[in-house]
């Protein structure tokens, strides 16, 4: 039931396969979002202009505040596209009709504004109808609905508008700040459908699609064969620790690896992950990098380094000294977690497994007529999941097996018992 899998699918698959089902043989996709989403977006897009830009000018390089300032333009597309579903959705639901495109990747600005202008005259008209006296009261009344709108599809939670920008800011100033090594970037945010062969050469009946966000080549390796490192940049609260073994690192780790080595020719050498801070880098004492660094502690350490304090400085007064004295170091804003595909073909083995095993689960799901069942204990897909699984399944209809009380099922005399060899093994 599905032209292709790719890792966002198979990850979904195995935390919900309900979810799977809605998403990607049904496309019921979600117009839900969060800031921190967001967020990631604004930064993937800055370093995609950045690096496509090096590639196509020859190593032409562009300012980190342009780049900031693309980011966040970006951020602004995506709002008014967010905007435009929220009233489409939203009117929708009550009765009034608002087109807008489902695939707004190939608009132009100039296009998405036209879809906007068309989304506001229908919420306005909307209103209107609504609310029928344009006193104040009515007026405070179309203040909220508006606000209601804005947010029923992005989860703001704690954040506002003002964080989402810093935080987009912050990442790209982490990332050019940090100065990360690589080799000569080649592709950028390249998507690809290919078919995947496994390590015997056999090839997979699905293809698999995915999207890289960066390959570097590497040069020649000691076979002679030209090597590259496969990036992809994850925004985040804090770092993975490289002692770690993430299992969704290895499975996306590995994806990319056999998407690259088809698409390129190239054998990749590692997957690196750039972990990109959201927010600005907090300082540390080197002597003792674990120290929490509270008042008493910012007090002896400046009486150790001969800081001159005041008895009216505040935590941040004494923090602050520091920094300027060079006491206190400020922490990376970056962090690489990096698989080594030479050292862990248990990766690659892992990966192709999972892949053969979804597949064949799939087919027999279509086969048999097996339930794709909720992961009820799912955070963020299990209601949903669950809900439509009552609509869809566990409510009686017509073609439902009717069964004459609720002990008693009837049973063909003429089947034999399991308990006869030659059944028991099927059964």
Same mark, same amino acid.
């Given at each position: ?7 966002s ?6 935390k919900?396969?309900?979810?799977? #089902?809605m998403?990607? /043989?049904?496309? =019921?996709?979600?117009d839900? %979002?969060n800031?921190?989403? *967001?967020?990631?977006q604004g !930064?993937? #897009?800055g370093?995609e /202009?950045?690096? =496509?830009?090096?590639?196509d %000018?020859?190593?032409e390089? *562009?300012?980190?505040?342009? !780049? ?18 929220w009233?489409?959705?939203? !009117? ?12 707004t990747n190939e ?12 989304c ?6 909307y209103?209107?109808d ?7 009261e009515?007026?405070?009344a179309?203040?909220e ?5 804005r ?5 703001w ?10 935080g987009v ?8 700040a ?15 459908t ?6 015997s050469g056999?090839?997979?009946p ?10 570097d ?5 000691e ?10 940049y994850?925004?985040c609260d804090?770092?993975t620790?490289?002692?770690d073994?993430?299992m969704s690192?290895?499975?996306?780790g590995a994806?990319n690896y056999?998407?690259?080595l088809?698409l ?9 992950y750039?972990?990109?801070?959201k ?5 540390f004492?080197?002597?003792d ?6 008042k ?8 150790w ?17 520091l920094?300027?004295a060079?006491?206190?170091v ?11 595909f ?10 192709l ?5 979804v ?6 799901a ?7 069942l909720p992961?009820?204990f ?5 209601l949903?999941?669950?809900?439509d699984?009552?609509e ?7 073609k ?8 008693t099922?009837?049973i063909?005399?003429n ?13």
């Open positions: 039931p599905v032209k292709h899998l790719s890792y699918a198979i990850a979904q698959y195995l919900n396969p309900r979810s799977f #089902k998403k990607y /043989i049904e496309y =019921q996709f979600d839900d %979002t800031p921190s989403f *967001l967020i990631g !930064i993937h #897009k370093l /202009i950045y690096f =496509q830009h090096l590639i %000018t020859k190593w390089y *562009l300012e980190v505040d342009h !780049i900031k300032s693309l980011s966040c333009k970006y951020v602004d597309r995506l709002l008014m596209i967010q905007w435009a579903k009233i489409s959705k939203y !009117i929708k639901k009550n009765g009034w009709s608002c087109e807008f495109p489902n695939f608009l132009s600005d100039e296009e998405l504004h036209e879809h906007l202008l068309v506001n005259k229908a919420l306005e008209e209103l209107m609504l609310i029928e006296w344009e006193d104040e009515s007026l405070k179309r203040s609905t508006e606000i209601a709108i947010n029923s599809l992005i989860k939670g704690k954040s506002t508008l003002d964080d989402l920008y810093d800011n912050n990442g790209i100033e982490n990332f050019f940090a100065n990360i090594a690589r080799g000569k970037p080649i592709y950028t945010e390249r998507s690809q290919v078919i995947i062969s496994d390590q056999d090839m997979l699905i293809p698999f699609k995915a999207i890289t966000d960066r390959i080549e590497l040069g020649i390796d076979n002679g064969n030209v090597s590259v490192d496969i990036i992809d994850k925004s804090k770092f620790s490289q002692d073994e993430k690192f290895e499975l996306q994806a056999f998407t690259v088809s390129t020719g190239m054998k990749p050498r590692s997957m690196k750039i972990e990109i801070l927010d600005k880098p907090g300082y004492y080197p002597t990098p674990e120290r929490k660094l509270l008493d502690d910012l007090i002896e350490i400046a009486q380094a001969s800081i001159e304090i005041d008895k009216k400085d505040k935590v941040d007064d004494i923090k602050w000294k920094i300027e060079w006491i206190l400020q922490k990376p804003g970056v962090s690489v977690y990096e698989i080594n030479d050292e862990r073909k248990d990766v690659l083995d892992f990966f497994e999972i892949y053969k095993q597949i064949s689960s799939i087919a027999l279509e086969i048999w007529g097996s339930i794709y992961n009820i799912d955070m963020f897909d299990g949903k999941s669950a809900l699984f009552k869809m399944d566990a409510t009686p209809r017509e439902d097996v009717q069964i004459d009380s609720p002990s099922i009837k063909d005399s089947i034999k018992s399991d308990s006869d060899d030659e059944y028991a093994d099927t059964f």
